[in-house]
């Protein structure tokens, strides 16, 4: 029989850490953006696929995150802080996945 009390809470539980995971992790990604540090990701190239972006694209990309960093109306303090806050948010979402996977797995918790 299926104890459907139980299976809700896991549901729960399972929708609650995903959103806090993908929340905080998107929360860092736009706090690194106004801190005037945009991550802008290198072409890729696969085997027998397309090029995602050429390196003309990645540079031209690159320039724009740079240009847009200069327009940036944010003081210098509350850019550091906007930093600070973002590395805080990938580090809480590392947290999470990190206790996510000790809870999975038995071994590391002795059950």
Not at 25 to 48: K, M, N, Q, W
Not at 53 to 71: H, V
Request: aromatic share 8%; proline share 5%; glycine share 8%.
């Amino acid at each position: 029989m299926i104890d459907w009390t139980a299976f809700l809470v896991v549901l729960v539980a399972a929708l609650v850490g995903t959103a806090v995971v993908v929340s905080t992790y998107s929360l860092g990604i736009r706090l690194l953006t106004l801190s005037g540090r945009t991550p802008v990701v290198a072409p890729a190239e696969f085997t027998d696929a397309i090029t995602i972006m050429t390196p003309a694209e990645a540079a031209q990309a690159a320039k724009k995150a740079a240009k847009a960093a200069k327009k940036s109306p944010l003081t210098a303090g509350q850019k550091r802080a906007a930093f600070v806050c973002a590395v805080g948010c990938f580090t809480l979402s590392g947290v999470a996945v990190l206790y996510g996977i000790y809870l999975i797995v038995p071994a590391l918790h002795g059950g």
